[in-house]
């Protein structure tokens, strides 16, 4: 049987479009404009969203309508599929889906990266050795280290440059200033020390073992989150409802004595573990909200830092931005980052993290003046 291809008008004609969804398309102009769609969108998306407005405005009936109708479903569902992937363009993803920025970057639904994370990655998976790369965000700089013989450095030196310039041209951050450097004598002095480890550190990998040996039937099996050894004192943390600490300061020596360690003493560092349970529930939402104001240049954000112990009642969170707060634009940085922000605190997601813990956000301007504090 052959295969008659019909005429593509006369097939859009022939398709029935609800009401419902004909009133849905002729609101998404308003809608959009008065924010009620929560999407941000680039240059050249405002271009092809004006010119989907005016179409829709046009009060042609039937093949255009339903053209345009068609053009809608389809790109909704193509939307659909991006939004549903990982690793898409953030900009599309905001486009697509009403869930917010932060959020996307939360569920992992997109991938984000700052600067100086895509360089690494690319310094890396280019499979270039001893090598890494600093970035100043505040002052727009670059530098990176090369730990190899200069023979190496001369080689690479290039391409690494090429690769660098690349990565700022597709991101449009050509505002940035970069060097590659050479410093083969700290690299020669690291894998000396890797192949050949001294006393001291020997000694102190000996120490560290002995310790989580006295630790263990006391029911601990971390040396916490600040601990080492530092003019001859041994120092970790445990728990501040922790009782026996004269008891294990006591073995802890008696160990060493035994072992034939000798000039150290023992210092036991206490944390609240409520505080510390805390951060662990607040440092997703955070590394969320760093990783996804420093990947997006228009946030103007340069860093992005937390205190889990300073106050007590709160996780405090700071935001400072390269905006000067005499800079006119200075007003609608913080509004925009305030948004973003409070959108994800406010999520679903985000409440089951806070739970009934209270949080600060203070967004600075870059000359370190308070100009939003967000709170619950």
Not at 258 to 286: A, H, S, W
């Amino acid at each position: 049987m052959g295969y008659k291809k019909e005429d593509p008008i006369q097939s859009l004609e022939e398709i029935e479009v609800p009401n419902t969804l004909e009133k849905f398309i002729d609101e998404l102009p308003d809608r959009y404009n008065s924010g009620d769609i929560n999407i941000e969108v680039e240059e050249q998306v405002d271009k092809e969203w004006s010119l989907f407005k005016n179409n829709l405005k046009k009060k042609q009936n039937g093949v255009i309508r339903k053209r345009i109708t068609v053009f809608t479903l389809s790109a909704v569902a193509a939307f659909g599929l991006f939004v549903g992937t990982a690793f898409v363009s953030p900009a599309v993803a905001k486009m697509a889906s009403n869930i917010p920025y932060l959020n996307l970057i939360f569920e992992n639904k997109i991938e984000v990266m700052s600067v100086g994370e895509e360089i690494n990655r690319a310094l890396y998976e280019n499979k270039f050795m001893n090598i890494n790369a600093h970035v100043d965000y505040k002052t727009k700089y670059i530098e990176v280290m090369i730990f190899e013989p200069e023979e190496y450095y001369n080689e690479v030196k290039e391409p690494i440059e090429k690769l660098i310039q690349d990565i700022l041209k597709a991101r449009n951050e050509e505002e940035y200033s970069f060097k590659v450097l050479n410093d083969a004598e700290t690299g020669r002095i690291w894998k000396e020390m890797a192949e050949n480890p001294s006393e001291e550190a020997l000694e102190f990998d000996k120490i560290t073992a002995l310790v989580y040996e006295v630790l263990e039937p006391y029911g601990h099996v971390s040396l916490g989150m600040e601990n080492g050894v530092r003019d001859g004192v041994v120092f970790f943390e445990l728990p501040k409802t922790e009782t026996r600490t004269e008891e294990i300061k006591s073995d802890i020596l008696e160990t060493f004595k035994q072992e034939n360690i000798e000039g150290y003493t023992v210092k036991i560092l206490t944390y609240d573990p409520k505080i510390r349970e805390r951060e662990g529930r607040f440092m997703p939402l955070f590394d969320t909200i760093a990783k996804g104001l420093k990947a997006e240049k228009d946030f103007k954000v340069y860093s992005v830092g937390y205190t889990n112990n300073k106050y007590k009642d709160h996780f405090h969170i700071v935001i400072r931005t390269t905006v000067s707060s005499k800079d006119s634009a200075i007003e609608n940085v913080v509004e925009t980052i305030e948004k973003t922000v409070q959108d994800f605190l406010q999520s679903e997601d985000a409440l089951k993290a806070i739970q009934d813990d209270r949080y600060q956000v203070v967004i600075y301007s870059e000359d370190d003046k308070k100009m939003k504090v967000l709170k619950n």
